[in-house]
């Protein structure tokens, strides 16, 4: 399960359990990141413009890592990985509530007792409950 992979920070995240810095369940990577940042920088009394470095291009360091022979220069920086569970292609897109209305028989009990209500109106011999015309007659002399 290291198949991590780094995101971009205009890309989204949703997250509905364990988040941190957000309030919101829904936000983009670079804000989670600035976040990040602000909360750091808030506990941090000597904070300077060049500890960004963490969240940017990365600060110039030296590290003592496994697969190599004694101490490495380079650069460290933060981001934000993510794993996708499996591999598969895009989730269907959510139609509106109007085109699912269109396209798909309802199977809402409401909607029965509505459709209901109108055939015994029909079948009554009742007309359709009169309206107030709102532009008035055209008799009407203003």
């Known amino acids: 399960m290291d198949d991590f992979q780094p995101l971009n920070n205009d890309e989204v995240l949703f997250i509905?359990?364990?988040?941190?810095?957000?309030?919101?369940p829904t936000f983009k990577v670079g804000e989670f990141l600035d976040a990040l940042a602000q909360a750091i920088s808030d506990r941090e009394d000597d904070w300077a413009d060049e500890n960004e470095g963490w969240f940017g291009?990365?600060?110039e360091c030296e590290a003592l890592r496994f697969?190599?022979?004694?101490?490495?220069r380079g650069r460290v920086r933060i981001r934000l990985e993510f794993s996708p569970e499996e591999p598969r292609g895009r989730l269907p897109?959510?139609?509106s509530t109007n085109e699912t209305r269109r396209s798909e028989p309802s199977n809402s009990r409401f909607d029965d007792i509505y459709r209901l209500d109108l055939d015994q109106e029909y079948r009554s011999g009742r007309s359709?409950?009169?309206t107030d015309n709102v532009y008035g007659d055209t008799d009407d002399n203003y």
């Open 67 to 72: 697969n190599a022979q004694g101490w490495q």
């Open 57 to 59: 291009d990365g600060l």
């Open 16 to 24: 509905s359990v364990g988040r941190v810095l957000m309030a919101n």
């Open 93 to 95: 897109e959510r139609r």
């Open 128 to 130: 359709k409950p009169e």
